[in-house]
């Protein structure tokens, strides 16, 4: 769980640059809002392809994933007034949402018929970012309770620990902070959770590890992301962008 939650987070938080370069991102804000503006239309990683397909309010409508043009799993999502329930053509799993005035989840009903039955439930500040997640259910009819408690500077999300079976785990983040999310609104689109205000610059873990993101521009629409862990180990994706004039 905790390994899933690391990669849950990772796509969440988005991605940045250690360094400056002439890339605009870096060198000032953006123009572009986070969460409205800004949407991600494909990632692309060696012969791997995801691409996201938006209804015309550019709420997220299904993801598609493809190796070397093989399609291998299509995940939609289907809004039904304050309700979201996201299915998967690779697994049984069925998340619904329930979701507040502002669009954001209170609660995700996890469910794999016959074997996992969980609840997600958040709690928000008053300026509306996550200050906690309950996690209560059975899995393969055995109680289960996971607990997250998040904290957040200027808009960031810096810390994260999570309490299971008697272990406490913490991750932290870095951002850089000249820099705006400008994948926020994908991320909430497929997260209902609101993000980052600014581009994640490294994420460390518990046992010490962490990512840390790079990227430049390649055109209006495309940049290149790298990331690098702590034995230098480098991979690269190349992220297209669906960029809203305001």
Not at 10 to 36: A, I, Q, R, W
Not at 97 to 122: C, H, M, Q, R, W
Not at 170 to 183: A, G, K, P, Q, R
């Amino acid at each position: 769980m905790k390994l899933l939650m690391v990669s849950i987070l990772l796509l969440c938080c988005g991605f940045v640059s250690c360094k400056k370069d002439p890339n605009p991102f870096l060198v000032e804000p953006t123009p572009y809002t986070p969460s409205n503006n800004t949407f991600v239309l494909s990632e692309e990683n060696d012969s791997n392809l995801i691409e996201y397909s938006y209804d015309p309010l550019w709420r997220i409508l299904s993801l598609k994933r493809s190796v070397g043009g093989i399609d291998r799993e299509l995940i939609t999502w289907t809004k039904t007034g304050s309700q979201v329930k996201k299915n998967s053509t690779s697994n049984s799993y069925i998340n619904t949402y329930f979701l507040n005035k502002k669009g954001f989840a209170d609660s995700v009903s996890i469910i794999y018929p016959g074997f996992v039955y969980l609840t997600e439930k958040y709690a928000y500040s008053n300026i509306g970012l996550p200050i906690s997640k309950t996690i209560v259910g059975t899995i393969l009819s055995n109680p289960y309770e996971e607990n997250f408690t998040y904290e957040y500077v200027n808009g960031d999300l810096v810390k994260q620990t999570q309490e299971f079976e008697g272990q406490t785990f913490v991750s932290t983040y870095t951002y850089y902070t000249d820099s705006i999310n400008i994948f926020a609104g994908t991320q909430e689109a497929i997260s209902f959770i609101p993000q980052s205000k600014h581009l994640l610059k490294r994420a460390t873990q518990e046992d010490s590890t962490y990512i840390d993101y790079n990227y430049s521009q390649l055109s209006e629409d495309e940049i290149t992301i790298q990331m690098t862990d702590e034995e230098l180990t480098t991979t690269e994706k190349f992220v297209k962008l669906k960029y809203l004039k305001q």
